[in-house]
């Protein structure tokens, strides 16, 4: 099994910056993903960005250009630097692991004021 700790969300700015990290701990496969989603009131969940363990990247294209994901393997933690932030980027963030089977974060809130 995989548990996820996110942190790194709050309240900022219209062109602010927040990083949000994923802490994974558990029985990791060497093969993985590791991507956050997010999730804003009455929309369907969708994806920020991924990152698999060879290192190739994954944006959705509202956040293309603006949005940076990494990983520290020797951490164990995926890192999700956002710059330029909009209102439209409010929700909660989601950190999820996928190997043979998919695990999910309890979740960080990002709100973004105009």
């Known amino acids: 099994q995989v548990q996820l700790a996110e942190s790194g969300g709050g309240l900022v700015q219209a062109g602010g910056s927040l990083t949000l990290s994923c802490a994974v701990s558990g029985t990791i496969f060497r093969i993985n993903s590791i991507g956050w989603y997010r999730q804003a009131p009455g929309q369907q969940r969708e994806l920020v960005a991924s990152i698999i363990s060879g290192g190739s990247t994954t944006y959705g294209d509202s956040v293309k250009g603006r949005f940076t994901i990494s990983r520290d393997n020797t951490k164990n933690t995926v890192y999700l630097r956002m710059n330029s932030l909009k209102p439209d980027d409010t929700g909660v963030y989601y950190c999820?692991?996928?190997?043979?089977?998919?695990?999910w974060g309890q979740g960080t809130q990002v709100t973004v004021s105009s």
């Open positions: 999820r692991y996928s190997d043979y089977d998919i695990t």
